[in-house]
């Protein structure tokens, strides 16, 4: 597999962040034979998303591995890849089908290390496309961040953009521990500025991707884009927002939440999956416990009704958060 990032050219110093999921496993296959990947329809036929791209041919069926259509088969042999030395890296098609194999990613892998006092590891990254968005209806569709959180032992990235994406995959690879890896669909075909070689971004470190004074919205992958649209619109009404992109939700970093709090005294947190056990509340709840004194209003969360997906797009429009939405709460908060 060519370097994408070659393949696009100086001139264009653009990358897709579809092409950044290749682009980030394949840096750390070359740099580590014992790194793997399996899944359905990865091969040579490059995934489902054109997410693994070239990698078939670049590193050949011994390191890219077709599998059957099984979730737990998947996962299963993922984990036992992984105590016996390799570093798997296996893709769910959609983060749905976690349901499919709950028993190994929320009972099994997560809890070696621990049971075993840490005379085995378990580092394995498993990939998955998630969100809504696209119309692909409640069974393809939903944001599913807020499963793995509840499970401890488990680490969960999302990352934002394409320099995010490439980063937080070598860092996920590298991992002794367990690592989810949401790839949000409905950022797939957007574009940024390639990263450098050797581009790692540690998990567990929030990025303030728009300074602000008036109000701080708090945001994990496709809800950053939201987010900052939100904000551009709000600098119009003299309303200055700081945006956060979490980047990852296990290592959660409060730290930069709680800064910007320090600086803006208000807080408004989106997400995409439903507010019902969301993983706002876990922000929130942090916040009402660490920076209470911070506050100067309410906190708000602009989160996904609970309700399943619908297929029509006015109607998904109405459950997912929107940019619509977030002005909404921003503009009733900062004039609390």
């Known amino acids: 597999m060519a370097d994408v990032t ?20 394949a840096r750390e296959m070359r740099r580590d034979p014992s790194v793997v990947c399996l899944g359905e329809d990865i091969g040579a036929a490059g995934g489902v998303f054109k997410t693994t791209v070239g990698l078939h041919k670049e590193f050949g069926p011994e390191r890219v591995w077709d599998t ?17 030395g390799l570093r798997p890296v296996a893709e769910i098609m959609f983060s749905d089908f976690f349901a499919c194999c709950w028993d ?21 990254v498993v990939r ?30 999302a990352p934002s953009t394409p320099a995010d994406v490439i ?35 540690e998990l567990g470190r929030a990025a303030v991707v728009r300074e602000g004074a008036d109000v701080t919205l708090v945001a994990l992958a496709s809800m950053v884009p939201v987010a900052l649209k939100a904000a551009e619109r709000l600098a119009q009404e003299d309303i200055d927002v700081e945006v956060v992109d979490l980047r990852s939700l296990v290592p959660l970093d ?43 209003a309410p906190v708000r969360r602009v989160a996904g009704e609970c309700v399943p997906l619908p297929f029509a797009d006015v109607l998904e429009e109405q459950v997912i958060p929107t940019v619509d939405k977030v002005v909404a709460a921003v503009r009733s908060l900062a004039a609390y």
């Open 6 to 25: 070659e393949v696009r050219g100086a001139a264009a110093r653009q990358i897709s962040y579809r092409d950044a999921v290749a682009e980030g496993i």
């Open 68 to 84: 059957p259509i099984s979730e737990q088969a998947i996962v299963g042999a993922a984990m036992g890849a992984a105590m016996t």
């Open 104 to 124: 190994y990613l929320a009972n099994e892998i997560p809890k070696v290390r621990y049971m075993t006092g840490g005379q085995v590891t378990v580092p394995l």
């Open 128 to 157: 998955t496309a998630n969100g809504g968005g696209l119309g692909f209806g409640a069974q393809h569709s939903q944001a599913t961040e807020n499963w793995a959180l509840t499970v401890p032992g488990l680490k969960i990235a």
């Open 167 to 201: 980063g937080m995959m070598a860092a996920a690879i590298r991992s002794d521990d367990p690592v989810v890896f949401f790839e949000h669909k409905g950022l797939l075909a957007g574009k940024g500025a390639p990263p450098e070689p050797d581009h790692v971004v």
């Open 254 to 296: 409060m730290a930069t939440v709680l800064a910007s709090l320090g600086r803006t005294s208000r807080l408004v947190v989106v997400e995409e999956n439903p507010y019902q056990g969301g993983w706002g509340a876990t922000v929130v709840s942090v916040v009402a416990d660490e920076g209470f004194g911070l506050l100067d």
